[in-house]
């Protein structure tokens, strides 16, 4: 059996990638709608962490995440058939993810409170500096929040951007809007952020 | 805004190595000056380091499992679509075209014995099958019956076959005649391509006006270019593409429908993706009436090598003005398009100019050459015409004044006429230099000179140029004038060159005779600019 070469090496943060693992995305394709059940689990363990920080963003809790990235996936399992190329299969993906996401947002009850201390988005490892970890889980905490209070818009393209590492042009392909929009609205969305974090950062930095 | 304002929007995309160029060239050399702009880089650095760090949740193993598990379900319980999705996209490319041919099979083949093909003429005697088929089109569209075909009138014939096909295939002679019987078209200088048999009673539309007999035509007017063959029965058409104002009756919605014979008959139709010059470009310009019309676009054309097919007049009343709008469509190699349009553009008033630069220099004009005995009639012939429809009462009247100054202006042109006496060169030099377009008042000049000569006789049909200036000058009343379509036309369709069709839309401003004071209150003086 042929082994999935990765071509899109831009390994989420966090994640340990190979740096030299590259993806024939033609070759899983068709491997994928051939049945080659091992070609989707390549492509799972290449995008399940990605895809699950995603949906982490938009989630309430991990729970919730762990629901909609078997979503996600599903639906990418379920509608590969019909990727016609047109994009690159990881900017199809997210798109995919995105969308799911989305729709959880919309059909989240207003009254629910996101209980961001339990996401675990920030996992500290207190083995090292524990000071130095404590100020960092802190900092974290804050820009988790700064994030949540952020506008839809603004959060939607510093979550791709940032978090996910996706391009200026991928990320305007997930969302459909122009590459100067991305830009702007990244501008402006690091503003506000820095707005929001306000002497936090500025500790921090100094 | 400081160069720091203008900088600091592009500081993140800067940071993130998404600046191209010029851009990240002046972004860079304004950091390193700036220390202000630096320290705000550095921050959007440092933030995007912490927010790339935050990210460290990992899902639990079982979420592998339960995708995993579920999609083993869906593919366990739909085994035969997955096999059938899997060999679908192992055969696209056959599948893909399997089914071109079947398509091509279903509309094509049926047509293929009704195209002229000289190569297998039709059987001598007894009705052949396909006969029994009405074929119109190849029997009074096509001139090149019986001719050999070259590649591209061959496509340009498949294409009319196509586009026909609804026509003949579903819809049966009446009273069991085919049309191939039916009485034949009034005689055309040219039936091969603009040239259309006038039907538009059985299809309902309303009557189009032929083009020779205008509607509302002066007397002695010729609605004519020069060339255009008035042959009865030839069917003008508007452009389908572009919106029809108010009044504009020439063309009809059925024009753009597909069974319409308008679409045999134009290889270049706006609708017709498949024509090889399907390109489409239009140019919207607002000119002063004197400086831009018909003849000057179809120059602009022939000197790209191209050709003009056919100009749409129309008057537009507005509120408190009557101005004119002329649609010229010019078909011209794909090359030389730009030539076209930056020799047009010249006469493109700029923003910030009077509607009516010239209304001072018109009525100076019109002075000297009263005095010199002269004719007025060219500046003032717009006037004429569009004095006589607001007098007649066209929508948006109140243009009493304006055709009474028309009537006036009338008055004194004949009297000049009867005097007969030559402008004096000093005086017609001091009119041309009153306009700004040197070349425009040249042309004028030329055909005043001509018309102040003591023989002059403005009669119908006294020459290509005068028809061409009374185009230009208003003097022909609103409709759509068409050209046939001559031999250099043809050569340059059936030569492998794209070609572009470019729809010149020429909005006059408004009016020089508009009288301000009529001007509704409201501020709605400029109305018509633009409209």
């Known amino acids: 059996m042929q082994p999935i070469l990765w071509a899109r090496g831009s390994a989420a943060p966090g994640e340990t990638q190979d740096a030299s693992a590259v993806i024939d995305e033609k070759l899983v394709l068709r491997r994928i709608r051939e049945g080659d059940q091992c070609a989707f689990q390549e492509l799972l363990d290449h995008y399940e962490t990605r895809i699950y920080r995603l949906a982490l963003r938009y989630a309430d809790s991990p729970a919730d995440a762990e629901d909609i990235t078997q979503e996600i996936f599903l639906g990418v399992f379920r509608n590969l058939p019909g990727f016609r190329g047109a994009s690159s299969l990881s900017t199809w993906i997210y798109r995919v993810a995105v969308n799911h996401c989305l729709e959880y947002r919309r059909k989240r009850r207003l009254d629910q409170v996101p209980l961001e201390e339990s996401l675990g988005l920030a996992d500290s490892d207190w083995r090292g500096d524990p000071v130095k970890a404590a100020a960092k889980s802190a900092l974290s905490a804050q820009l988790d929040r700064a994030l949540a209070r952020l506008s839809p818009i603004h959060r939607d393209v510093i979550v791709l951007h940032e978090l996910q590492g996706l391009t200026y042009q991928e990320c305007a392909e997930v969302l459909g809007l122009p590459v100067g929009t991305v830009k702007s609205r990244l501008s402006n969305a690091f503003a506000r952020l820095r707005e929001l974090l306000g002497a936090a950062l500025c500790e921090e930095m100094a | 805004m400081t160069e720091c304002g203008r900088i600091r929007p592009e500081l993140k995309a800067y940071a993130d190595g998404e600046l191209s160029g010029r851009l990240r060239e002046r972004v ?9 702009c630096r320290g705000e880089l550095a921050a959007i650095q440092r933030l995007g380091q912490e927010l790339r760090i935050l990210e460290t949740a990992h899902p639990r193993p079982e979420l592998r499992r339960r995708i995993l598990a579920e999609v083993e379900r869906i593919r366990a319980s739909s085994p035969r679509r997955a096999r059938w999705l899997a060999w679908l996209d192992a055969n696209r490319l056959a599948v893909a075209t399997a089914a071109a041919a079947a398509v091509a099979a279903v509309f094509l083949v049926p047509r293929v014995g009704q195209m002229p093909v000289p190569a297998t003429p039709p059987p001598p005697e007894g009705p052949a099958v396909h006969e029994a088929v009405p074929r119109d089109a190849s029997s009074s569209r096509s001139a090149l019956a019986g001719q050999p075909l070259s590649a591209p009138e061959l496509r340009t014939a498949k294409r009319q076959e196509a586009l026909a096909r609804p026509v003949p295939a579903t819809v049966p002679a009446p009273s069991g005649r085919s049309r191939a019987q039916a009485p034949p078209a009034p005689p055309t200088a040219d039936l091969h ?16 006006p032929s083009l020779a007999a205008p509607r509302t035509a002066a007397p002695g007017a010729d609605t004519r270019l020069e060339g255009d063959v008035a042959a009865p029965g030839v069917a003008a058409k508007a452009v389908p593409t572009a919106p029809a104002p108010a009044g504009n009756t020439a063309g009809t919605p059925d024009e753009g429908r597909p069974d319409h014979p308008a679409r045999d008959t134009d290889p270049l139709h706006y609708d017709s993706p498949a024509a090889p010059g399907s390109l489409q470009e239009k140019l919207v310009m607002t000119v002063d009436r004197l400086d831009l019309g018909v003849g000057e676009v179809r120059a602009a054309a022939r000197e790209a090598g191209g050709y003009a097919r056919e100009a749409v007049r129309e008057s537009i009343a507005g509120a408190v003005a009557l101005a004119n709008q002329t649609s010229v469509t010019v078909v011209v190699p794909q ?38 005995g002269g004719d007025a009639s060219q500046p003032s012939a717009a006037a004429g015409s569009m004095g006589g429809i607001g007098g007649g009462g066209a929508p948006g009247g109140g243009f009493g004044g304006a055709g009474t100054q028309a009537g006036q202006e009338r008055a004194r042109r004949t009297e000049g006429q009867a005097a007969g006496k030559p402008a004096e060169s000093g005086e017609i030099a001091r009119v041309r230099s009153a306009r700004p377009d040197a070349k425009a008042g040249q042309r004028t000049e030329r055909t005043r000179s001509r018309q102040l000569e003591p023989n002059h006789q403005a009669a119908p049909g006294a020459g290509q140029a005068q028809r061409s200036q009374k185009a230009r000058d208003g003097a ?18 059936n030569a492998a060159v794209p070609l572009v069709k470019l729809q010149v839309e020429i909005r006059e ?11 509704a209150p409201g501020g709605k003086a400029g109305q018509n600019k633009g409209d």
């Not at chain 2, 401003?509 to 001007?519: G, K, T």
């Open chain 2, 28 to 36: 860079g050399a304004h950091v390193d000056a700036c220390a202000s």
């Open chain 2, 193 to 208: 391509a603009e040239s259309l048999p006038a039907q538009t009673p059985a299809l309902g539309r309303s009557p189009v």
């Open chain 2, 335 to 372: 090359d030389r398009v730009d030539d076209v349009k930056a020799r047009l553009m010249r006469f493109q008033l700029r923003q910030g100019e009077p509607e009516a630069p010239h209304g001072a220099a018109l009525e100076e004009q019109r002075a000297l050459l009263l005095r010199a």
């Open chain 2, 476 to 493: 022909v009343p609103p409709g759509t004038q068409k050209r046939t379509l001559g031999a250099h036309a043809r050569t340059l369709q």
């Open chain 2, 509 to 519: 401003a408004r009016s020089a005779f508009a009288a301000p004071e009529r001007a």
